[in-house]
């Protein structure tokens, strides 16, 4: 039996996710080129009030607090991914990969053809853990101008463009 839950997030949680956003940026420190550059500019609460009241965003909760969420975006038939952080203290427990299976289920369920994000490709609890979770790499951001436009604005506050990827994974 698990330690935690997930849910949809509530108004009231969004004062809460800029930390756990800023906690698990820290990781970022330990990265070769990306120390001070990923992961230190949370999403302000506001934002993140916004996205939840599109009705996609979800919560995990463990021992009565929030320990990470996974904020969306709806765009026409896709579901994006904007922010998806679990609080360092409680990752390896499986947190992140319930998270996303139950957005999933939930934009499956919703009636979206696929979930889309920005991530880094070479980061092993970015790209490759979504590779895992069936996201496939974009190669040709061309057919795809909301996520190359993501990516030039994420370049434009300093990520790294060749460090940068939009993935997708299709809902059958």
Do not use: C
Not at 117 to 135: C, M, S
């Amino acid at each position: 039996m698990s330690d935690f839950s997930i849910r949809l997030a509530r108004l009231a949680d969004a004062e809460a996710l800029p930390a756990i956003e800023r906690a698990a940026g820290e990781l970022f420190q330990t990265v070769e080129g990306l120390a001070g550059v990923a992961g230190m500019h949370a999403i302000p609460a506001e934002e993140q009030r916004r996205m939840i009241r599109k009705g996609h965003s979800l919560i995990a909760e463990s021992e009565g607090g929030i320990v990470g969420f996974l904020s969306t975006e709806p765009f026409d038939r896709e579901l994006h991914i904007r922010e998806f952080s679990v609080h360092p203290e409680h990752q390896g427990r499986g947190i992140g990969s319930v998270l996303l299976r139950a957005v999933a289920i939930d934009a499956h369920n919703s009636g979206f053809r696929a979930i889309t994000l920005t991530t880094f490709g070479d980061v092993p609890w970015n790209g490759p853990f979504y590779a895992r979770h069936g996201f496939e790499t974009i190669s040709d951001l061309d057919a795809h101008p909301r996520l190359a436009a993501d990516i030039e604005t994420e370049v434009e506050h300093g990520l790294p463009r060749d460090r940068r990827i939009a993935m997708i994974k299709f809902l059958v």
